[in-house]
């Protein structure tokens, strides 16, 4: 499914992320409350995290600022960490399997990613072909093999793609402020195949997670066992929609690599396999799993 015009605005995606976060069960309602009534002043509805040094809620940012490069964190008001803090909890090691040998979660290695020099080994490979170039004073025009004149506009779409407009609404339908019950009709009818004109539920009570976590699981000898099948996650309100596996594959005989593996929701015996590599050097795919184009997100 393809959204047009996707929201990227940064004011709006850090003003946003507490409710996310929240929401989809990375922080749980005492820490959400606690959020609102420090950094917000009590009122939900105005609270500019991207400003929060212009007014007096301004302090709490402030306040672990001095102390943010000793706590290796970011500050309280700025939720950048949430699902760092969700992934180093205890009971969430334990949901997904996680060894006890395994250091806590880091999101980033930055070590590897300041170092990292992205276009080096392009560059690089390139060079003897720029300087033949040069010596043979030749120089380099591409012609496309089509011209196609841009004089028209026309929509195209085919099976399995359906166009449709909410009336009244801008370029961000989904935000507060334009026609959010409208675009959340029309995700959940899409994801549930029914008619676009379904009445869907908008507003659902919070209802804390029930369940007992399970005592960490002693170090086996081979890591490389069967994949765990992972039976619930904490702060997650409803069932798991598909199976999910967690595991180690070997690199060497020091390293190894651990994978969590989500069945398709519709077809997992014919889809295909989807491999998550997001993150860029040095960094996690679980912050895009979770934050950016995941099931979770």
């Given at each position: 499914?393809l959204?047009?015009?996707?929201?990227?605005?940064?004011?709006?995606?850090?003003?946003?992320?507490?409710?996310?976060?929240y929401?989809?069960g990375?922080?749980?309602?005492?820490?959400?409350?606690?959020?609102?009534?420090?950094?917000c002043n009590?009122d939900?509805?105005?609270c500019?995290f991207?400003?929060?040094?212009?007014?007096?809620?301004?302090?709490?940012?402030?306040?672990?600022?001095l102390?943010?490069?000793?706590?290796?964190?970011?500050?309280?008001?700025?939720?950048?960490?949430?699902?760092t803090?969700?992934?180093?909890?205890?009971?969430?090691?334990?949901?997904?399997?996680i060894?006890?040998?395994?250091p806590?979660?880091?999101?980033?290695?930055?070590?590897?990613?300041?170092?990292?020099?992205?276009?080096a080994?392009?560059i690089?490979?390139?060079?003897?072909?720029?300087?033949?170039?040069?010596?043979?004073?030749k120089?380099?025009?591409?012609?496309?093999?089509?011209?196609?004149?841009?004089t028209?506009?026309?929509?195209?779409?085919?099976?399995?793609?359906?166009?449709?407009?909410?009336?009244?609404a801008?370029p961000?339908?989904?935000?507060?402020?334009?026609?959010?019950?409208?675009?959340?009709q029309?995700?959940?009818n899409?994801?549930?195949?029914?008619?676009?004109?379904?009445p869907?539920?908008?507003?659902?009570?919070?209802?804390p997670?029930?369940g007992?976590?399970?005592p960490?699981?002693?170090?086996?000898?081979?890591?490389?066992a069967?994949?765990?099948?992972?039976?619930?996650?904490?702060?997650?309100?409803?069932?798991?929609?598909?199976?999910?596996?967690?595991?180690?594959?070997?690199?060497?005989d020091?390293?190894?690599?651990?994978?969590?593996?989500?069945?398709?929701?519709?077809?997992?015996d014919n889809?295909?396999?989807?491999l998550?590599l997001?993150?860029?050097p040095?960094?996690?795919s679980?912050?895009?799993?979770?934050?950016?184009?995941g099931?979770?997100?």
């Amino acid at each position: 499914m393809l959204i047009g015009n996707g929201c990227v605005d940064d004011v709006l995606n850090q003003n946003s992320l507490a409710e996310f976060n929240y929401n989809h069960g990375i922080i749980d309602e005492t820490y959400y409350r606690k959020i609102i009534t420090k950094c917000c002043n009590n009122d939900p509805d105005n609270c500019d995290f991207y400003t929060m040094t212009r007014n007096e809620s301004g302090y709490c940012y402030m306040e672990t600022m001095l102390n943010r490069f000793l706590a290796q964190a970011q500050p309280a008001c700025a939720h950048y960490n949430d699902s760092t803090v969700y992934l180093q909890r205890q009971d969430v090691r334990n949901a997904l399997h996680i060894l006890n040998v395994v250091p806590p979660y880091q999101s980033c290695n930055d070590r590897i990613s300041q170092d990292y020099d992205q276009g080096a080994s392009h560059i690089v490979s390139q060079l003897e072909n720029v300087r033949k170039v040069i010596e043979a004073n030749k120089t380099i025009i591409v012609q496309p093999k089509f011209k196609m004149p841009l004089t028209y506009l026309e929509t195209l779409f085919d099976e399995g793609l359906d166009f449709l407009t909410i009336r009244g609404a801008g370029p961000f339908p989904a935000s507060s402020n334009e026609k959010p019950k409208e675009t959340l009709q029309i995700f959940k009818n899409f994801i549930n195949k029914t008619e676009y004109d379904t009445p869907v539920s908008h507003d659902l009570p919070y209802e804390p997670p029930q369940g007992t976590v399970t005592p960490p699981t002693p170090i086996p000898e081979n890591w490389d066992a069967d994949p765990f099948l992972i039976k619930n996650l904490p702060n997650l309100d409803e069932p798991m929609k598909s199976k999910q596996y967690t595991g180690y594959l070997s690199v060497s005989d020091t390293k190894k690599l651990f994978y969590w593996y989500i069945e398709s929701e519709s077809d997992p015996d014919n889809d295909p396999v989807v491999l998550w590599l997001n993150g860029g050097p040095g960094c996690s795919s679980l912050e895009g799993l979770f934050m950016e184009m995941g099931p979770f997100r």
